[in-house]
Each structure stands twice: as C-alpha cells, then as structure tokens.
C-alpha cells in the first residue's frame, strides 16, 4: 500500500502548481491576488472607526463622530464594492485555470509511457483520489488569495490593539494551538481516506453497475441488484467508518485548541477594562478588534487546513504524476529508424505482470525478420497479447530487452515509436463519435481527411458497414447521442480495424485478434491481402519500410499463410517455423492444427 510519505515533498509541489496557474493565467492571477489584498483594509479598520465614534460621541467632539461615520461609510462601502469586484476576478481565473489543471492532468495520465499505473491497486488508489481533487485544485489558488486576505487583516487588527498595550500581542500567540491543530486535520483525515480508498471505488464500481446501461440486462436477470447494493453499502462502510474516527478524533482536539484562544480573548478584555482601567473607546476598540480577531483567526485556520489538504490531495498527487510521467522517458535517447533492415529482437526477455510474480513470458529469444508476416499462436494465456504490448511499449519487460534494428526499445521515445505503430486488437474500444472520426483518430493528423479515412475503410473491409450507416461516414455512433446509431459489435469491430489501418507507413502492423466477431473467410481474405502487402518488405517499391506485420488468430486458415509461425505455450517459445515445417515436426503446432481442422471436418 503506498502512503502520502512517499508522495512529493508538500511546498515544492504547491509551488509547482501555483507556477503551472500562472503560466496558464498570469495576468488574472496578479490581478485576482491583488484585489484579495485591497479588499482586506476596509474591514480591518472597522474597530478604529468604532473607537474614533465612541471617543468623539462620549467627548462631544463633532469633528471625532464626522471622521468615524465617513470612515465606517467607506469600509462598508468599500468592502462590499471591492468583495464583488474581486469574486468576479477570482471566478473568471478560476474557471480558466480549472480548464488548464484538467486538461494537464488528463493528458499526463493518458500519455503516460505504460499501463502499469492502471494495474496496480496502490497506484490506482492514489489517481482516484487525485481525480476527485483536481477538480477543487483551482480552490487553492482562491484559497491562497483568501488566506493573505485572512493575514492582512489579523496584522492590521494586532496593530491596533498593541496600539493600548504591547502585552495584547500575546493573543496572537493563543491563536498558535488553533493554526497547528488546523494545518494538522487534514492530512490526520485525508491518510484515513486514503487508506480506505479501495473500498471507495468498489463501492462506486457497483454503483455503477447496478445504475448504468452495459450490465442492465444481466443484472435484471440474475437479479442481483439488490445484492449490489448490499455489498456497496459494506464497502462504503468499510471506508467511511475509519474516515469518520479520524474526523471525530481531530475535531476534539481543533476544539480544544479553540477554548484555549477563547480564555485568552476573555482575558485581554478583562486586562484591558479592568487592569489598565482604559477609556471606553479603547475598551470597544478590544471587543471590536478582539471579536474580529476571533474571526479571521478562524477564517485564517480554515483556509490553512484546507491549504494543508490541498498539499497532501492535491498538488502533491499531481506532481508525483509528473514525476511518474518523465521517469519512464528519461533515457529515451534513441532515435527511432525510419525504415527496418534487421527487425525485431528479443533477448532473453521476461515479463511479469504489475503485482504479480507470476511470470506471463520467460526466457524468450526471438527474431522477428525485417518485411515478413508473423503469426503467434498459443492457448488462451499462453502471453500472445503480452509479446504484441511488449512490443507497442505499453509495458517494460521484467527482465531483458527488445531491439529494433539493434537499438533499445526501452530507450526510444514512446510517442515517436508509437507513430509507426499501427493495427488493431480484439478488446476495441467504442468511440462513439461520428464514423469520420471513430475511423480517422487512428492517425490524428488526417482525422478530417475523407480520402485517408476512405483508405482505411477499404484496407478493413468495411465499406459495407460505412454504406449501410444512415449518413455514411458522417453519421454519428452510439444511439446514447442525438441522431446516433446503433451498429453492431461485428461492425464496430470493422471500424475498429480500419481505425487501425489508418497509418500508411508502420514499422510494425499488429493484428491482435482484431477478427474474432467476423466469419473464417472474412478473416482470410483481410489477412490475405496485407500479407501479399508486407511480403513485399523485399521488394521496396511493396513495402519499402520493411514493416513487420504481427497476426494473433485462433484460426488455423489465418495463421497458416504467415513467413513465421512462433508458437508460445506456457509461456515459452515453443516452437518456430513455417506452417510447412511446423506440421513436419508434429509438435505442438501440429497438435493443436490438428484438433482444429478436426473440428472444422466434425
């Protein structure tokens, strides 16, 4: 389980964030700090102006009552004109910088190198919280306007009272106690939602289950609604339960802390009427400044605890996210190739999955020649999948390396090498969008351009799905949207692969299964004709880039017309060859060829 102690150190990372505010709004954050200052004077002064009024009412002095009514006029006025002015300021900033921190979290998460930090609990656990707080980190900023406010005023408020008498500055000092217990709740708190927070997403995961449409059906008949929700409740409870003894517990000792400032306001008073038997202006200037003290003391702890959460939910997640991002680039140096001479290289390569130590791929040494077509075939489990996620960079192998014309991969930058990537896997993902787009996001720099997508449909096989939807490519998917469509998984299958044919000129085509929904033929053709397409990586007028293209099928008719066929079986290289020496062996390939076409001749 990780812990708010390994994330980044709290002031470093709020700076971080605060410079990343400013570089998105520096005028607005100037202007908004600014207001927060000014707007902090008028009401500091009101006990002054209380004091003058008393003096001047009790000593009949007119020119005393003229300056304490103007001065009173203008806090109260120019209180509430600046207070407006500044929430409006502060709420335009705010919102634009909400946009920024969204967005900057969102693209780190989605362009982070691997997909470990989806896998792993600890890890999950710490990007929940940190999604539910970036969207109260733009708070901070407020909060930080708020709290040099809060500052301003408590320094204007002793200012005055050490006016009557030095000792009076001591209040200040029994205020401490409030502060620390009030920077001291938060992190007490947010370490028990923290520790907890896997029960709040199982609890949200059902939630989610048992409300949304994709396990509507099941859930209706296995009727297990209601003991979703049981078991929601329980998880929620297993979290909150904790949360709120944290909560109670801090709550006492913030209370306790506060009794110990209210005997020191009662006492300054006391000290002030009574000990130093002051005139009755300075005594109301005391209750003035001494009640207003108690308020921006409070007003000041509030903002410093929510600070202080900020620093441990917020600020400190978001920079561990950075530094999480550009750790997993650091030593990527290497330029990738333009076109492959030797291909693909693993060397002794292993790969375990994140908390796991079960080994998913061992020991493997293979060769993956420049310009051919190769097949993976292996059971369910065997590390198919693995071997192709290995190879679009989406996990670092556990122990070994991959070379790609004798360079690292792992030293690559992933993003260029992900630009000469290209294919299309079985677990696709709906992007409801119009058909244009779901096809052209698989080569973001002609999402728009209908010739390129056009290309792409063709390459898939998908015309029939194209011509059949209601506007063709500009019909919008998913029937959830206005004028959206329905279409099948067979033909989101379809989409998905033309999606992934959008590149024309890949390193490595990777075909995971991408087929499974469409019949044997179909299947055959499709591979058939980029298989012709990539034979010709000896030609280079064919494939002049020496593209790999890697096919992951069950089916045996597929898998067959491949230059190399690697079969993996517990979770080793087991055999590699052509269909024709495979056969001739009569291992496992041939075993498991056999079963098929017996099947097919049942």
């Known amino acids: 389980m990780s812990s708010i102690d390994d994330l980044p150190r709290a002031l470093p990372s709020m700076w971080r964030a605060l410079k990343r505010g400013y570089e998105a709004e520096p005028k607005l954050l100037v202007?908004?700090?600014?207001?927060?200052?000014?707007a902090a004077l008028p009401d500091a002064l009101?006990?002054?102006?209380?004091?003058?009024?008393?003096?001047?009412?009790?000593?009949?002095?007119?020119?005393?009552?003229?300056?304490?009514?103007?001065?009173?006029?203008?806090?109260?006025?120019?209180?509430?004109?600046?207070?407006?002015?500044?929430?409006?300021?502060?709420?335009?900033?705010?919102?634009q910088v909400?946009?920024?921190?969204?967005?900057?979290?969102?693209?780190?998460?989605?362009?982070?190198?691997?997909?470990?930090?989806?896998?792993?609990?600890?890890?999950?656990?710490?990007?929940?919280?940190?999604?539910?707080?970036?969207?109260?980190?733009?708070?901070?900023?407020?909060?930080?306007?708020?709290?040099?406010?809060?500052?301003l005023r408590l320094g204007v408020t002793i200012a005055l009272m050490v006016q009557i008498h030095p000792a009076l500055a001591l209040l200040a000092l029994f205020a401490l106690p409030t502060v620390l217990t009030s920077a001291w709740r938060p992190g007490v708190e947010r370490a028990a939602e923290e520790h907890g927070a896997s029960f709040n997403r199982l609890a949200r995961h059902l939630f989610d289950t048992t409300t949304s449409a994709p396990p509507g059906k099941e859930v209706r008949v296995l009727g297990i609604g209601e003991s979703l929700m049981l078991r929601r409740r329980e998880a929620w409870e297993s979290w909150y339960g904790p949360v709120s003894e944290a909560r109670w517990g801090s709550a006492l000792w913030h209370?306790?802390?506060?009794?110990?400032?209210?005997?020191?306001?009662?006492?300054?008073?006391?000290?002030?009427?009574?000990?130093?038997?002051?005139?009755?202006?300075?005594?109301?200037?005391v209750l003035a400044a001494g009640s207003r003290l108690s308020a921006y003391i409070g007003a000041t702890v509030g903002e410093i605890g929510f600070l202080r959460g900020i620093w441990l939910d917020g600020s400190r997640r978001m920079a561990w996210l950075e530094d999480y991002h550009a750790s997993l680039e650091e030593d990527a140096d290497e330029p990738v190739p333009e076109r492959l001479k030797d291909g693909f290289r693993f060397e002794n390569v292993s790969f375990?999955?994140?908390?796991?130590?079960?080994?998913?791929?061992?020991?493997?040494?293979?060769?993956?020649?420049?310009?051919?077509?190769?097949?993976?075939?292996?059971?369910?489990?065997?590390?198919?999948?693995?071997?192709?996620?290995?190879?679009?960079?989406?996990?670092?192998?556990?122990?070994?390396?991959?070379?790609?014309?004798?360079?690292?991969?792992?030293?690559?930058?992933?993003?260029?090498?992900?630009?000469?990537?290209?294919?299309?896997?079985?677990?696709?993902?709906?992007?409801?969008?119009?058909?244009?787009?779901?096809?052209?996001?698989?080569?973001?720099?002609?999402?728009?351009?209908?010739?390129?997508?056009?290309?792409?449909?063709?390459?898939?096989?998908?015309?029939?799905?194209?011509?059949?939807?209601?506007?063709g490519l500009d019909t919008q998917l998913g029937p959830s949207w206005p004028e959206g469509v329905e279409v099948s998984f067979g033909q989101w299958q379809k989409l998905a692969?033309?999606?992934?044919?959008?590149?024309?000129?890949?390193?490595?085509?990777?075909?995971?299964?991408?087929?499974a929904a469409l019949d044997a033929e179909t299947e055959h053709a499709l591979f058939e004709r980029y298989a012709a397409v990539s034979r010709g990586g000896r030609s280079a007028d064919a494939n002049p880039d020496g593209r790999v293209t890697l096919l992951v099928s069950h089916r045996f008719s597929t898998v067959r017309m491949a230059d190399l066929i690697v079969v993996i079986n517990g979770a080793r290289i087991a055999e590699v060859g052509t269909h024709e020496e495979l056969i001739a062996k009569d291992g496992h390939y041939a075993e498991l060829y056999g079963i098929q076409a017996a099947a097919y001749n049942a």
């Open 98 to 151: 909400t946009i920024a921190l969204e967005t900057h979290v969102a693209h780190l998460q989605a362009s982070v190198v691997t997909l470990e930090h989806h896998e792993r609990p600890e890890l999950l656990d710490r990007l929940a919280v940190l999604r539910d707080q970036v969207f109260v980190l733009d708070h901070m900023y407020l909060s930080l306007f708020s709290t040099a406010g809060w500052i």
């Open 352 to 471: 375990a999955y994140p908390g796991t130590e079960r080994l998913v791929l061992e020991d493997v040494d293979l060769h993956l020649p420049a310009g051919s077509v190769v097949a993976l075939v292996g059971e369910n489990g065997a590390g198919k999948t693995t071997l192709v996620k290995l190879l679009a960079r989406l996990y670092q192998p556990t122990r070994g390396r991959i070379l790609i014309d004798g360079a690292d991969l792992a030293r690559m930058p992933a993003t260029d090498w992900r630009r000469r990537l290209a294919g299309a896997f079985q677990d696709f993902f709906r992007f409801e969008f119009h058909a244009l787009h779901s096809v052209g996001i698989g080569d973001v720099p002609r999402l728009d351009e209908r010739p390129a997508v056009g290309t792409a449909v063709k390459r898939a096989g998908a015309e029939d799905v194209v011509d059949h939807l209601v506007s």
């Open 31 to 38: 202007a908004a700090f600014g207001l927060s200052l000014v």
């Open 255 to 285: 209370s306790l802390a506060w009794m110990v400032f209210g005997a020191a306001f009662v006492g300054s008073v006391v000290f002030v009427s009574s000990g130093l038997g002051e005139t009755p202006g300075n005594v109301l200037l």
């Open 497 to 515: 692969l033309a999606r992934g044919f959008m590149r024309d000129r890949p390193l490595l085509l990777a075909l995971d299964e991408p087929t």
């Open 46 to 95: 009101l006990a002054l102006w209380l004091k003058l009024l008393a003096d001047g009412v009790l000593g009949e002095d007119g020119r005393l009552i003229g300056i304490a009514a103007a001065g009173l006029g203008f806090s109260v006025a120019a209180t509430w004109f600046l207070r407006v002015i500044s929430d409006r300021t502060q709420r335009r900033f705010r919102d």
